[in-house]
Nanobody
Framework: QVQLVESGGGLVQPGGSLRLSCVVS????????MGWFRHIPGKEREFVAY????????YYADSVKGRSTISRDNAKNTVHLQMNSVKPEDTAVYYC???????????????WGQGTQVTVSS
């Protein structure tokens, strides 16, 4: 019953911005803690951002801190990841996940989206 649908990926110019979205269904959205992860070819899946159930706490990986913002829209059951000043090294498949079972920065969440490809290139 739980489903996560991601969108917003695509080709972005270096220095540009992107906004990823993840719509969650099958759960009471306001009770869900959520995270964004990404997979870069040749590397392990890595943490990007996290937002707590009530939205009061957010955390970011050092690689995106200062240029990224995670937010949630409870009315639309949606979590967003805004990324500015994107770099070629941001190229990856980005995944939305809910309900962490370990540390918020560890890839041990109960549910995952299908992933959306982000390519940063000129």
């Amino acid at each position: 019953q739980v489903q996560l649908v991601e969108s917003g990926g695509g080709l972005v110019q270096p220095g540009g911005s992107l906004r990823l979205s993840c719509v969650v269904s099958g759960r009471t959205f306001s009770s869900i803690a959520m995270g964004w992860f990404r997979h870069i070819p040749g590397k392990e899946r890595e943490f990007v951002a996290y937002i707590s159930r009530k939205g009061g706490n957010t955390y970011y990986a050092d690689s995106v801190k200062g240029r990224s913002t995670i937010s949630r829209d409870n009315a639309k059951n949606t979590v967003h990841l805004q990324m500015n000043s994107v770099k070629p090294e941001d190229t990856a498949v980005y995944y939305c996940a809910i309900d962490p079972r370990g540390g918020y920065d560890q890839p041990r969440y109960d549910y995952w989206g299908q992933g959306t490809q982000v390519t940063v290139s000129s």
